[in-house]
DNA sequence: CCACTTTCGCAACGCTGTTGCCAAAGTGCA
DNA sequence: TGCACTTTGGCAACAGCGTTGCGAAAGTGG
């Protein structure tokens, strides 16, 4: 850790404040009281910030018998990023500011079998698509963005892929994306840095930088079952980038069989009690993933997401709020809680947005 | 983050190096390229650690056509620190050197239901004990220890308790320590800092320290069922320093009750076969809930420890790894690996003593 | 013996956050 | 209205961080 990285660690730790305090603001006092930094530090931090336009002023608060305190808000048009939420049958795309509102969407069909040439052109147009008139200026072979306070795609879709290289393992039903390195295709064709994660991580992420703190898991119940881990407010990817497989947790041994080989699996057991109608014990059986989880992780909260939660959000909360709660009798602590996760639909392609902007917060091991 | 912040962050990561390297020792062109830091700082950081006495030049490498390199190692006896494993019937204390070398054991027998008192003062008189000769000078009633290497004092214990106050939340089948403040009890009688923590995160924490590289779950399988999870070096104990609750993970949904109070927990099932002496069927059941464990957390290798494992490790490392590469089959990866820790009985008290080495070399939030 | 390579320390430097001090901008009482 | 007081925040000087430039030290090889 040299110098220059202390200034973008500084830098980026008053940003995530700026950015977490929102319209509101926060002052320089505080930002000193929460970084641990002398107050003369963060007036020196912040007006480099000013000078590159990134934070600006906004009113004051009340006196309280002295000089009152100058409010600093972050400047969210200084900066975008675009989220990309490939799924298997169409690409939804987001622009959104530095503070993670949304500015731009486009959503298009798409057939993720008919070919990578196809596909990555789809996603080419879209992306370009939300950008600011104007930017998108080049031939269409080379790169598709000239506008240079975008900071980078992020891309989100299912299934195994490595997070660090890039590299798509596998597309459950579309074998022909075996192997595919799709950041680096991308990164060619768009001009600008791109990320590629699992869609789970990235809703994850996308809740983390929507204002839930601490550790928490999301998990995602749709055509599958996943699950995105935030510890410490960063994203828990693991050794391989392969983290979050909950779905194939084993919780019936020689239990019924699962499409992934095994048995006994969380999703098999709770996708089947969606398909027989029985919410209840659906929700039962994602609760007891849940609770083996809350064990070994000891988060702050389980939120719950995915299409088949939302036909039935009450149902689930409450099933998987029981588990828990029984679980919390046992061992004489507090019930960790369980809620809905905000965003619905579009949650995954904006928190692809922020496998960008994350990095400029300090957020992610950028 | 500060200067002085920056400076011991970079001291420390020199430091855990110099340990890394052991007796053979590592050049400063070697610290610069791993710590990304410039020779010219290096030097300057080591002479710092040689003026307080934490380095020394070691010999030299060979000449590769010039002026060979000087060799740097850590000065052991340039600290100590104390860890105390407490066990129902025993307490194990052990004295270890900055690079984890035991340099002083003691054993003694205690009853961990004879009253709060009594166990303290018998702590005291073992840590005492392994202390070099001049060290107790104090009064009975004062602080035991006058050493000023002696950075400190770990705790290892069974049973959930909260890490960061210091305070027991329970002990199986002794409910006279329901919320005692272990640390501060101790601190005072000891007169240095004081750290507790679960038995399991110490013997992870050990085998970290033992040179066990990057992210691994240990699991230790004795009278009851716990793990330690050790995620990019650093001991994972969640929000509440709860995590790691690995024995009553259910993996046999309405299965045989749990001392818990629950159904179909690992511990029951594994202890159940162990008692039918189907050591097999215990293998595999903790096979399924490590193979639930690597899918969630993607670890990099999975450690078996404890009494039971060590009546007939063979079997279990095999039946354990059998699980995991039939996973490994079906996601089309490499298979996790499962070892036997190292360390074997005593390794709880080394890793307790960790708890206090750690944050020298930048382990633990220090 | 001398040219060459490589390591490593001294000195000067640029930049970090910190400290000391003072102007700015309020409140509140006489 | 005026003045003392409180609180904020900028300017300037500063100590200390890692970096750069350069030269001495300590080897190898012809």
Redesign the pocket.
């Known amino acids: 850790?040299?110098?220059?990285s202390?200034?973008s660690?500084?830098?980026a730790l008053l940003l995530d404040l700026l950015r977490t305090a929102g319209g509101e603001g926060i002052?320089?006092?505080e930002l000193?009281e929460r970084t641990?930094?002398?107050?003369?530090?963060?007036?020196?931090?912040?007006?480099?910030l000013r000078e590159d336009g990134l934070a600006a002023e906004a009113g004051?608060r009340?006196?309280?018998?002295?000089?009152?305190?100058?409010?600093l808000r972050l400047v969210p048009e200084a900066g975008h990023a675009v989220g990309v939420h490939l799924d298997r049958d169409e690409v939804r795309v987001v622009r959104v500011d530095l503070r993670g509102t949304v500015v731009g969407q486009r959503r298009a069909a798409l057939d993720l079998g008919a070919g990578s040439e196809a596909v990555l052109a789809a996603v080419r147009d879209a992306v370009a698509g939300v950008l600011p008139a104007g930017s998108d200026e080049a031939s269409p072979e080379g790169p598709a963005v000239l506008d240079p306070s975008l900071l980078g795609v992020g891309v989100a879709l299912p299934g195994p892929l490595d997070h660090g290289r890039g590299v798509l393992h596998r597309v459950t039903g579309f074998p022909e994306w075996d192997g595919f390195p799709l950041r680096a295709a991308l990164a060619e064709r768009l001009g600008v840095p791109v990320v590629v994660d699992k869609d789970t991580n990235a809703a994850a992420l996308g809740l983390a930088a929507g204002g839930e703190r601490g550790s928490f898991a999301y998990l995602h119940l749709g055509t599958g079952l996943g699950a995105g881990l935030v510890i410490g407010g960063n994203v828990h990817r693991g050794a391989r980038t392969g983290a979050g497989e909950f779905g194939h947790q084993v919780i019936q041994l020689d239990g019924p069989p699962c499409t992934c080989g095994d048995r006994g699996c969380v999703e098999a057991l709770c996708l089947g009690a969606v398909a027989r109608g029985d919410l209840g014990e659906a929700a039962r059986v994602l609760g007891a993933g849940a609770a083996n989880l809350v064990g070994l992780l000891d988060i702050d909260v389980v939120l719950l997401g995915g299409r088949t939660v939302a036909t039935a959000p009450e149902a689930f909360v409450a099933g998987v709020g029981a588990v828990l709660q029984a679980r919390a009798r046992r061992t004489g602590q507090d019930a960790v809680p369980v809620r809905l996760a905000a965003g619905g639909d579009g949650a995954v392609a904006v928190g692809a947005a922020q496998l960008v902007l994350g990095p400029v917060f300090g957020r992610g091991g950028g």
Do not use: E
């Open positions: 850790m040299n110098l220059l202390l200034r660690h500084n830098a002052s320089r006092l000193a641990g930094l002398t107050p003369q530090a963060v007036s020196k931090i912040t007006a480099r004051r009340a006196s309280t018998g002295g000089k009152p305190r100058t409010v």
